[in-house]
C-alpha cells in the first residue's frame, strides 16, 4: 500500500458537510498488467481507483497473455501485493487464451484466487462451450461474467446501429447484437442451473431479458456503466473515439431503459468497465481507434450528478459500484472507507488523472461529489490536495476545499 500509512491514532479531518461511506467497489476494472503497461499499470490504475474513492476493483483477464492460469492469477495477485494501492481481485479467462474454446481449470484457478471467470473483451460465441462451461462452473463457487456481443451481427461496426451512424457513415452495431445473446445465456442459466453475470449491459432489450431471467428465478445478474445512463449515441459525433467503447452508446431510449433498471434493481450493480487505451489508440478515425474509456475517477460524480441529483436514487440506495462490505468504525479495525462532499462541483480534467488512460467523453463537465479521502485496510490511499489531517487529537485543522 501507500507510504502515507495512518500510524498514529488520533489523526483528524474535519468532515462537516462530507460523506463517510463504504469504501467503493468496482468489479469492472481493466489494469492492463501484465503486456499493456504503456497503457496502465496494477500500480497506475488503482492509484487511480483510490483517488476516485474505490478500496477494491476486480479486474479482467484479458491481459497479455490472459490471466488463463492458476500461476497467472498468483501473479496479479503478487504484483498487486506490491505496487496496489486498493484491493485487486482477479478475474481469470472461462477458456484456455479467450479464444472461446478448451475451458480453463476452473477449480484450481478458484483456488488460486480468481473471484469470477470472463473471457471478457470478447463473447464466448459457443453456446454449446458456454453450456459445458457453466455445468463446470457449478462445481466451484465462481459465477460467470459475459461479455455479450454476437460477432456476426457486430461484423465491422464501431459505433450503434442507428441514425446518427448512418449519418456519419459508419458501420453499425444493432442493440441485437447483445439482446440475443443475454436471451441465449438466460437459456443456458435455465438448462444447466449456473449463475451467470452480464456486464456492462447497454440496451433496453438486454435489460428486458435480465428482468425476465430474474422473474423466472435464474441465477442471473447484471451491470451498468456511468457512460450508458450519462450519453446516447449522439456523443459520437462530438467526441469521436473518445466515445467509442464496446458495448457502444445506445439511443435515448435504451439510456432511458438503463436509468430504469438501475432504480427498479434489476441491475444489480454499478461498475465503470475502465478500459485504457494510449493515445496512439485512441487519436485514430472512429473506425480504427479501440474500444474503451476511463472510469474510475469520474464514476462517483457522475453517479450523484445524474442519478442522485434528479432523483433516480436515493443516496442511500446508491450501489455506487457495489459498496457491500460491512464496514466497522470500531478503534483499531482496518477500514475501507471514502469521505467526499457530494455538492463539491469540479470540471473533469483528463491531464490530472492518476490513470495512464485519458480517453474521456467527459472531459470539461461539471460535476457533483468529489472524493476528500480514501482509507483502505485503515491507510490513507488518496488524499485530495487541499484537504488536510491534523496530527494533534483533537484539534482539527479545518478542511480547505
Ligand atoms: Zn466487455
Given at each position: 500500500m501507500g507510504p502515507e500509512r495512518a500510524r498514529e491514532a488520533g489523526r483528524v479531518i474535519d468532515a462537516r458537510g462530507a460523506v463517510l461511506a463504504p469504501g467503493l467497489v468496482d468489479l469492472h476494472v481493466h489494469l492492463r498488467e501484465p503486456g499493456g503497461e504503456a497503457k496502465e499499470t496494477i500500480a497506475t490504475g488503482t492509484a487511480a481507483a483510490a483517488a476516485g474513492g474505490f478500496t477494491s476493483v476486480a479486474c479482467m483477464p484479458n491481459t497479455r497473455p490472459p490471466v488463463d492460469s492458476p500461476a497467472a492469477v498468483e501473479w496479479v495477485k503478487a504484483r498487486a501485493a506490491t505496487s496496489a494501492r486498493c484491493r485487486v481481485h482477479p478475474l481469470a479467462a472461462v477458456t484456455v487464451g479467450q479464444q472461446g474454446e478448451r475451458l480453463t481449470e476452473f477449480a484450481s484457478l478458484e483456488r488460486a484466487g480468481a473471484v469470477a471467470l470472463s473471457d471478457d473483451g470478447r463473447p464466448i460465441m459457443s453456446a454449446a462451450v458456454m453450456r459445458r462451461a457453466l455445468e463446470y462452473a457449478r462445481h466451484t463457487r465462481l459465477p460467470i461474467v459475459c461479455h455479450e456481443e454476437d460477432l456476426t451481427l457486430r461484423g465491422d461496426g464501431c459505433m450503434n446501429e442507428g441514425p446518427t451512424a448512418t449519418?456519419?457513415?459508419?458501420?453499425?452495431?444493432?442493440?441485437?447484437?447483445?439482446?440475443?445473446?443475454?436471451?441465449?445465456?438466460?437459456?443456458?442459466?435455465?438448462?444447466?442451473?449456473?449463475?451467470?453475470?452480464?456486464?456492462?449491459?447497454?440496451?433496453?432489450?438486454?435489460?428486458?431479458?435480465?428482468?425476465?431471467?430474474?422473474?423466472?428465478?435464474?441465477?442471473?445478474?447484471?451491470?451498468?456503466?456511468?457512460?450508458?445512463?450519462?450519453?446516447?449515441?449522439?456523443?459520437?459525433?462530438?467526441?469521436?473515439?473518445?466515445?467509442?467503447?464496446?458495448?457502444?452508446l445506445r439511443s435515448a431510449r435504451d439510456r432511458e431503459a438503463v436509468i430504469e433498471a438501475i432504480a427498479d434493481g434489476t441491475l444489480d450493480c454499478l461498475t465503470t468497465d475502465h478500459a485504457p487505451h494510449g493515445a496512439e489508440e485512441k487519436l485514430q478515425t472512429m473506425d480504427r481507434a479501440a474500444f474503451g474509456i476511463v472510469g474510475l475517477e469520474t464514476a462517483l460524480a457522475l453517479t450523484l450528478t445524474f442519478l442522485v441529483e434528479p432523483g433516480h436514487l436515493?443516496?442511500?440506495?446508491?450501489?455506487?459500484?457495489?459498496?457491500?462490505?460491512?464496514?466497522?468504525?470500531?478503534?483499531?479495525?482496518?477500514?475501507?472507507?471514502?469521505?467526499?462532499?457530494?455538492?463539491?462541483?469540479?470540471?473533469?480534467?483528463?491531464?490530472?488523472?492518476?490513470?495512464?488512460?485519458?480517453?474521456?467523453?467527459?472531459?470539461g463537465w461539471s460535476v457533483s461529489g468529489r472524493v476528500l479521502l480514501t482509507v483502505c485496510g485503515g491507510e490513507i490511499t488518496h488524499l485530495e490536495p487541499g484537504v488536510r489531517v491534523a496530527d494533534a487529537p483533537g484539534e482539527a485543522v479545518a478542511a480547505e476545499r
Amino acid at each position: 500500500m501507500g507510504p502515507e500509512r495512518a500510524r498514529e491514532a488520533g489523526r483528524v479531518i474535519d468532515a462537516r458537510g462530507a460523506v463517510l461511506a463504504p469504501g467503493l467497489v468496482d468489479l469492472h476494472v481493466h489494469l492492463r498488467e501484465p503486456g499493456g503497461e504503456a497503457k496502465e499499470t496494477i500500480a497506475t490504475g488503482t492509484a487511480a481507483a483510490a483517488a476516485g474513492g474505490f478500496t477494491s476493483v476486480a479486474c479482467m483477464p484479458n491481459t497479455r497473455p490472459p490471466v488463463d492460469s492458476p500461476a497467472a492469477v498468483e501473479w496479479v495477485k503478487a504484483r498487486a501485493a506490491t505496487s496496489a494501492r486498493c484491493r485487486v481481485h482477479p478475474l481469470a479467462a472461462v477458456t484456455v487464451g479467450q479464444q472461446g474454446e478448451r475451458l480453463t481449470e476452473f477449480a484450481s484457478l478458484e483456488r488460486a484466487g480468481a473471484v469470477a471467470l470472463s473471457d471478457d473483451g470478447r463473447p464466448i460465441m459457443s453456446a454449446a462451450v458456454m453450456r459445458r462451461a457453466l455445468e463446470y462452473a457449478r462445481h466451484t463457487r465462481l459465477p460467470i461474467v459475459c461479455h455479450e456481443e454476437d460477432l456476426t451481427l457486430r461484423g465491422d461496426g464501431c459505433m450503434n446501429e442507428g441514425p446518427t451512424a448512418t449519418r456519419l457513415g459508419l458501420a453499425g452495431i444493432p442493440a441485437a447484437a447483445e439482446t440475443v445473446m443475454v436471451q441465449r445465456d438466460c437459456e443456458l442459466a435455465e438448462l444447466t442451473g449456473g449463475r451467470v453475470h452480464f456486464a456492462h449491459l447497454s440496451c433496453a432489450g438486454a435489460l428486458d431479458a435480465l428482468r425476465n431471467g430474474k422473474r423466472r428465478g435464474l441465477r442471473v445478474s447484471g451491470e451498468s456503466c456511468p457512460h450508458y445512463w450519462t450519453l446516447t449515441d449522439e456523443a459520437v459525433a462530438r467526441h469521436g473515439a473518445d466515445a467509442k467503447m464496446n458495448p457502444p452508446l445506445r439511443s435515448a431510449r435504451d439510456r432511458e431503459a438503463v436509468i430504469e433498471a438501475i432504480a427498479d434493481g434489476t441491475l444489480d450493480c454499478l461498475t465503470t468497465d475502465h478500459a485504457p487505451h494510449g493515445a496512439e489508440e485512441k487519436l485514430q478515425t472512429m473506425d480504427r481507434a479501440a474500444f474503451g474509456i476511463v472510469g474510475l475517477e469520474t464514476a462517483l460524480a457522475l453517479t450523484l450528478t445524474f442519478l442522485v441529483e434528479p432523483g433516480h436514487l436515493t443516496r442511500a440506495s446508491v450501489r455506487c459500484p457495489g459498496s457491500t462490505r460491512k464496514v466497522s468504525l470500531e478503534p483499531g479495525d482496518p477500514a475501507d472507507l471514502v469521505l467526499f462532499d457530494p455538492d463539491a462541483r469540479w470540471t473533469v480534467d483528463p491531464a490530472r488523472f492518476r490513470s495512464r488512460g485519458r480517453s474521456t467523453p467527459f472531459a470539461g463537465w461539471s460535476v457533483s461529489g468529489r472524493v476528500l479521502l480514501t482509507v483502505c485496510g485503515g491507510e490513507i490511499t488518496h488524499l485530495e490536495p487541499g484537504v488536510r489531517v491534523a496530527d494533534a487529537p483533537g484539534e482539527a485543522v479545518a478542511a480547505e476545499r
